[in-house]
């Protein structure tokens, strides 16, 4: 968040005085540390952290919780040979540090530099690209069978947290683990946080099993026990675990994974490295599939971190003093006054609410990246946060409209791909009028590939049933929010992860919402821009330097991806000899693809169509006002390319 120190607490180790981190340059620079100096390395990889996000922004707190547990891995295995696979990949950052990529690591999230994840092109300790939650397992599980039908000997370790252990995804994963029983170890990173407050019975075992003070009390006993016994030796030591099995059931009967099949140890303290370090060393011989439950803290040794770890999730970077102005004071933030597309949501459905008592709202592990936190607090009986479990949100909300309430899921574009099954069968099929508030609708800045909502109109379009709609402003969103709610009908309203145009785009006063109807911002008489939500104030900008060229664009303001406005549309065909279209969207299958789909069809037209949209590759991180540059959406290179096609 804005404004926020990082900085080390009173319980943070204390930095060497000779380094050890710059002369980490592998993980077999790590191995050759001596176990003494890996709570002073840990020490180390925290400070690195913390005073490189302060420039740069990005995940804290999950990074902070992670550390000790990061050291560990790379000092027990050795991942070259190895295979290691992190869950979500946003805690990736002293995964990074240790892994070669010390020397980068000040351009995290910045364009052209490293990803705030995990990235197969970054490294080869990176396999996969992922920002999506609990896959860890199925892909470690993967690699394991690949491994054991070409006889390599590899071990293959999954990080996943508590919070993602919840997804349906994980689950089946560990359903086919239990099956299969390859040698894989599954590290449960149990911090009670995705990025809200984890929930979810899941979680409340997990609470139970962290928090027993039989258990606890036992384990600590039996662990102290093994450790003086073990010496005697492989067999004894053997022997001794089975016991230690039995202890275990007696202990916490019913242990859900040891129902799976798996073979379950812990809880460890996280925050122990030399205690972690010991514990891998150990279930890394063992045979089978193991789950190591290892409890840490999330944003541990962050001073606000530690105690609000979801506001400090991730952070921007600390504000630069203005020259002159002496460099160790901190410059006053500066708030903008834009509002988010996010907030105007917000708002919106606090309208809506208050007029129907029918409304309800929906999310998957987001309530306060969709906004959502202030409905929840106000309408506490109306609102349902199901954890990262995006496919039963959006089944759990079919039912709701169902069973005569009217629900709005609010959930980001890029993981409303997760639900899509349920979206066609739940919803569509069984015509429950359910709303869908697609947050982070285009492209997303920093974040990257993982996150950008490029593709939902596409994936959507194609069903029958569905409306899809895009606001150009905060008045627009409001107004179409509440035209789909009471529409009766299923809905998905796009919005980007941008500031609300300020001031407003268009003319007023504004015309009601109707289905399938466009809207004409600016009239014109060379050719015409159909423009798709926020893209609108880009038209308009568009128009106005064309206008000192001599060219007078027409711009439309679509407001409907499906239907479209067919009888605007034709009219623009029969009378321009260009149409160009505009959207931040991909290129294949978005507005404009359906826009081309009407135009072929069209008899008279006398136009061509140019599509200004985003190119068939993935983006990589950047801001956002970077990405849309680079993909030719800025108001000037649009003026440009369309003063080019006109002659």
Same mark, same amino acid.
Request: hydrophobic share 45%.
């Given at each position: #968040? ?55 922004? *990005?995940?804290? /707190? ?137 929930? /979810? ?16 009390? !036992? ?9 003086? #016994?073990?010496?005697? *030796? ?26 799976? @099949? ?38 541990? /040794? ?24 002496? &460099? ?75 069973? @005569?309430?009217? &629900? ?36 997303? *800045? ?32 409001? #107004? ?35 289905? *399938? ?17 926020? #893209? ?13 060229? /001599? ?53 008279? !037209? ?23 540059? @680079? ?17």
């Amino acid at each position: #968040m804005d404004g926020i120190a990082l900085s080390l607490d009173a319980a943070g180790a204390a930095i060497p005085a000779e380094p050890i981190l710059p002369t980490i340059d592998s993980p077999e620079d790590l191995r050759r540390l001596p176990r003494e100096a890996l709570p002073r390395l840990a020490a180390e990889i925290r400070q690195t952290i913390f005073e490189t996000l302060e420039k740069t922004g *990005g995940h804290l /707190g999950s990074n902070l919780g992670v550390v000790e547990l990061t050291v560990a891995l790379h000092h027990a295995f050795d991942f070259r040979k190895d295979r290691l696979v992190w869950d979500v990949g946003h805690q990736t950052y002293p995964h990074k540090l240790l892994t070669g990529r010390r020397g980068r690591f000040g351009t995290i999230r910045q364009k052209g530099g490293l990803s705030g994840f995990q990235c197969a092109q970054e490294s080869p300790y990176d396999l996969f690209t992922t920002g999506h939650a609990g896959t860890s397992i199925s892909l470690a599980l993967g690699l394991k069978a690949g491994a054991d039908l070409l006889a390599e000997d590899r071990r293959v370790v999954a990080v996943i947290g508590d919070a993602s252990l919840g997804c349906g995804v994980a689950f089946e994963a560990l359903n086919a683990a239990g099956i299969q029983k390859r040698d894989l170890l599954v590290v449960l990173n149990d911090n009670e946080w995705s990025i809200a407050k984890t929930v /979810g019975a899941l979680s409340e075992y997990l609470t139970r099993v962290r928090t027993g003070p039989l258990y606890t009390g !036992a384990r600590k006993e039996l662990d102290k026990w093994l450790e003086r #016994m073990g010496k005697l *030796g492989d067999k004894v030591e053997q022997a001794l675990e089975d016991v230690a099995q039995l202890a275990r059931h007696v202990i916490v009967p019913g242990h859900v994974f040891e129902a799976l @099949g798996l073979k379950y140890y812990g809880p460890v303290d996280g925050h122990d490295v030399l205690k972690v370090l010991d514990v891998l060393e150990r279930v890394k011989r063992i045979d089978g599939v193991v789950v190591l439950h290892v409890l840490t803290q999330k944003g541990k /040794g962050g001073k606000g971190a530690e105690t609000d770890p979801q506001r400090l999730h991730g952070v921007t970077p600390k504000p630069k003093p203005a020259v002159g102005e002496d &460099p160790t004071k901190v410059a006053p933030v500066k708030v903008s006054p834009k509002r988010s597309f996010t907030q105007a949501f917000c708002d919106a459905m606090l309208e809506v609410a208050a007029r129907d008592p029918k409304v309800v709202a929906i999310t998957a592990a987001m309530p306060d990246g969709t906004g959502l936190r202030p409905f929840a607090e106000k309408f506490p009986d109306r609102f349902f946060d199901t954890g990262i479990t995006e496919q039963h949100a959006v089944a759990f909300s079919a039912a709701l409209a169902r069973a @005569g309430m009217r &629900p709005v899921a609010a959930i980001y574009s890029t993981f409303l791909q997760r639900g899509l099954d349920q979206v066609f069968q739940e919803v569509l099929v069984s015509e429950a009028p359910v709303v869908f508030a697609l947050d982070r609708a285009g492209l997303v *800045g920093e974040d990257g590939p993982t996150h950008n909502g490029l593709f939902d109109i596409a994936f959507l379009r194609t069903y029958p049933r569905i409306l899809l709609l895009s606001p150009r402003d905060e008045t627009e969103l409001r #107004m179409m929010l509440g035209w789909a709610v009471q529409s009766g009908r299923i809905v998905a309203l796009r919005y980007p992860r941008a500031s609300c145009p300020d001031p407003e785009v268009g003319p007023t006063p504004r015309s009601p919402i109707e289905l *399938g109807k466009a809207e004409r911002l600016r009239p014109g008489s060379h050719a015409a821009i159909f423009s798709l939500g926020a #893209m609108a104030g880009t038209a308009l900008k568009a128009a106005d330097l064309l206008a000192g060229r /001599g060219i007078d664009l027409e711009v439309v303001n679509a407001r409907f991806a499906k239907p479209l406005d067919g009888e605007a549309l034709d009219a623009a065909f029969a009378r321009y000899r260009w149409i160009f279209t505009i959207e931040d969207h991909a290129d294949a299958g978005g507005f404009g693809s359906a826009v081309l789909e009407r135009l072929g069809e069209a008899t008279g !037209a006398r136009a061509r169509l140019h599509r200004f949209a985003v190119p068939d590759r993935f983006i990589d991180h950047a801001s956002r006002e970077d990405q849309l540059r @680079g993909a030719g959406l800025d108001a000037a290179a649009v003026a440009e390319e369309i003063a080019r096609r006109l002659g």
